[in-house]
């Protein structure tokens, strides 16, 4: 303690500090330590500084007050790995060859029987029917409390089959430094997923800094009830909202009550989410994230049946999206 | 300036002085200004502040992390005045008056015709049906930005019939205060509301401080579609969820996807949300504002048929929730 201190500091002093202290995150992320390191120099790197400075300052013609910096981010595909399958379905295949013991007329039911069999092509000739059959016998029959914890302890142990890595350590390193700079800069940074809410809420705050009121998804219907004088909440099988493609926009309005001014994705099931907030009056910037890294990750967008981008791409130059090459936009992919 | 900021705060000096700002909110409601100025010294002021030291006290046996501390608060007759009607039925029926003139047909409806010319008596005839087709009559058709601009500008101009001022100068300045208290003390503060999302929406940020993506209510259902080349969102005159009752913790789940440690409530449809909060484990407060000040705001509880409180007011003793009384509890009901 230096003897300048021995009084405390003056209410004169605290408030200098103050203000020193307010404008130093913006003064360390402009003059001084990058804050997209994984990021090469080019377009997509400088719309990113250029958007934000330009929706940051004050008194500037694209100034936006810190409330209105909303900011979403597809899960799927633009903020993790998506490929070979959703990382939800890897986790639903999982739990029912887990509860399987337990349910011994699943075996009756040929989707359930590949499911447990490992046999994916006769999960797939089920078709999205069987699919959802599966994710609701996986997922719900618990509270969301109960769910939230199933998921953690399974995405806690399980490994990706490509680099036998958790999924959670499979997120994009170049879009931390987004979601960084933008709350750096007073943004409020939500995920907006065609997953399941709570699957997503399961890992997005450990994940992502995200925490579970800034997650929009999927859901499966709640009915709320008691068990032993208690209120509880009962997920069932029925999906009472599908937050993809248009449904993106009805749970951006219904979740934030705002129109975001920047979007992040990186298939067709984003391209209404672009819209959507490109839409809106004043400085916008809407994002998309190609998979075109066979090297580092995986290289897909039109024919893909995960993660399909040819809508979106197609008109990405007539509405000003960004599209962002993994390959040569980003020095690295996953974090060290 | 002085001599010692010549060269600027040092590394040091910054981050001891961080540490001041930092615990300086604390200090100055543990110490300084009083944080409830309208709450009369009593049972309720104190389990207010005791509740807060307790969850705030790093180390403590009831400690909660920042991230945890959620409380909810009901609105109509928590946070503002409920009485002689909800002041969103107020709404819908001068709007439905607004838009006669364009709606002839209403005429042919007796619930729309006593709506129209004010007759209170033959719109409660038509019961919950008819009040719930003129509801969708006043307010969907449009987007909720559109639908958030009309009923802003109401707000902005309407006054009660009891005290002649605007709906959002009758909030309880007590309850403002409390709001305060626990944003100062790191919590996030949520409405959930029996309310329309939108319409709360519309005056929330401005007189409460509590943004869009904070509310929680009810709603009207949302279709996407497109208009002169970009997408919008329409509400459709289909209630699609109510968020009162044993729908506040759906409500909750959705949404906030966390427990809340502290609810605020007035009426049994408060009820289910004051047990969800308090049944979780670890050191909770539910609170209940009783209507008992005819003389300041109104007198009313189990024979009302809105904000009706009987339920929930027999089970607070057991359920360790605390009754405020506004007439020996408040010192002063609204802001000067």
Redesign the interface.
């Known amino acids: 303690m230096t003897d300048?201190?021995a009084g405390g500091?003056g209410r004169r002093?605290?408030a200098?500090?103050?203000t020193?202290?307010a404008v130093?995150p913006g003064l360390a992320a402009a003059q001084g330590a990058d804050p997209l390191p994984s990021w090469r120099d080019g377009p997509r790197r400088r719309a990113l500084l250029d958007f934000v400075a330009a929706v940051t300052r004050e008194g500037g013609p694209e100034f936006v007050p810190p409330?209105g910096r909303?900011a979403v981010f597809d899960n799927d595909g633009t903020l993790w790995v998506e490929q070979p399958m959703y990382t939800q379905m890897i986790f639903v295949l999982d739990r029912i060859r887990t509860l399987a013991p337990q349910n011994p007329d699943w075996q009756r039911d040929p989707v359930f029987r590949a499911a447990i069999a490992g046999d994916m092509r006769g999960v797939a000739a089920g078709g999205t029917e069987g699919l959802m059959r599966l994710a609701g016998a996986a997922q719900t029959g618990n509270t969301?409390?109960e769910f939230q914890r199933i998921a953690a302890e399974w995405l806690a142990t399980a490994r990706d089959g490509k680099w036998n890595r958790p999924y959670t350590a499979l997120v994009y390193q170049p879009m931390l430094e987004v979601l960084g700079l933008l709350r750096a800069n007073g943004f409020?940074t939500?995920i907006v997923s065609g997953g399941g809410?709570?699957f997503v809420?399961a890992f997005a705050?450990e994940t992502y800094g995200i925490?579970?009121?800034?997650?929009v998804g999927s859901?499966f219907a709640?009915?709320?009830g008691e068990r032993d004088g208690?209120?509880v909440?009962t997920r069932e099988p029925r999906i009472d909202f599908i937050d993809d493609g248009?449904?993106k926009?009805?749970g951006i309005?219904?979740?934030?009550?705002?129109?975001p001014i920047a979007a992040f994705g990186n298939s067709d099931g984003d391209y209404?989410m672009l819209?959507?907030t490109t839409?809106g009056a004043g400085r916008r910037l809407g994002m998309i994230v190609r998979h075109d890294d066979a090297e580092r990750e995986f290289a897909y967008d039109r024919d893909s049946h995960i993660g399909r981008l040819a809508r979106a791409l197609d008109e990405a130059p007539a509405r000003g999206w960004q599209v962002v090459s993994m390959r040569d936009d980003w020095s690295r992919v996953f974090p060290a």
Do not use: C, K, N
């Not at 925490?211 to 997650?215: G, S």
């Not at 309005?253 to 129109?259: D, Q, S, T, V």
């Open positions: 300048r201190f500091p002093d605290l200098i500090l103050a020193a202290l130093a409330a909303v969301p409390e409020t939500f809410v709570e809420r705050e925490p579970p009121q800034r997650v859901s709640l009915t709320p208690r209120i909440l248009p449904g926009p009805v309005a219904r979740h934030i009550g705002r129109r209404h819209r959507y839409e």
